[in-house]
């Protein structure tokens, strides 16, 4: 049963420190996605990649996040440094990269920045 | 520019009564549509989606979405909702330009008493 795995699940931390998520795209798909959600603002796009290359950042804050493929099977997403209005749901979703695709979507890693 | 308005926040229906979720889209060009669930502490599964033809569309779990053109709309139906259908529901338009980003609209919450 192919899926998108993250991690961590959760993580709680202090503001000012590194947080680093993880991203297991699923096998043969080529385009990631990274969302946020947040009762303010629901689901925003931050970031995505096709063939790992970033195709769109602009949604993410450029000063504290990063986002980088090392590899085809790995996604990672970078705060440095956390605040405490970065606490959300990030997830992270992959697809086939076309028009009609679905994108699958992970179960997400819930960030509390204390 | 793309956006997404689901008019209701939160629905309450009962067991076994009818469903309709409304979702109206601003978008230039003939829009690619999804409607996607999200269950407590879960990620965002697919029910659905819309490309072309027959503008009355089936999904998973029962569910159904009919589009229509001329009022810009894509409503998600259940002829008889189940307690497992709690949810968070969310429609979606593709953004071609960018193959396959997605633009969420803010999100349904359906309760559903028994």
């Known amino acids: 049963d192919a899926r998108v795995t993250q991690t961590p699940r959760h993580k709680v931390t202090e503001m000012g420190q590194e947080v680093t998520m993880r991203c297991q795209p699923i096998l043969g798909h080529n385009t990631v996605f990274w969302y946020r959600q947040t009762m303010m603002q629901g689901l925003e796009l931050l970031a995505y990649f096709r063939n790992r290359a970033p195709l769109d950042d602009s949604g993410m804050p450029k000063d504290r996040f990063s986002a980088e493929m090392p590899d085809a099977t790995l996604a990672t997403l970078k705060i440095q440094p956390s605040e405490p209005r970065d606490s959300a749901v990030y997830f992270c979703a992959s697809g086939l990269g076309g028009n009609r695709d679905e994108q699958f979507f992970g179960p997400g890693t819930r960030l509390t920045v204390l | ?114």
Not at chain 2, 75 to 100: I, M, T
């Open chain 2, 1 to 114: 520019a793309q956006s997404v308005t689901q008019p209701d926040i939160h629905i309450t229906v009962s067991e076994g009564a009818s469903l309709e979720l409304r979702c109206n889209y601003s978008y230039g060009a003939t829009p690619y549509l999804f409607w996607y669930v999200q269950s407590p502490g879960q990620g965002l599964q697919l029910l659905l989606k819309y490309f072309s033809g027959d503008t009355l569309v089936q999904g998973i779990k029962g569910f159904e979405a009919e589009f229509k053109r001329s009022q810009s709309s894509f409503n998600l139906r259940k002829p008889s909702v189940h307690w497992s259908d709690a949810a968070e529901y969310f429609c979606a338009v593709g953004v071609q330009e960018y193959g396959n980003k997605l633009v969420f609209g803010a999100g349904t919450i359906l309760r559903v008493k028994s």
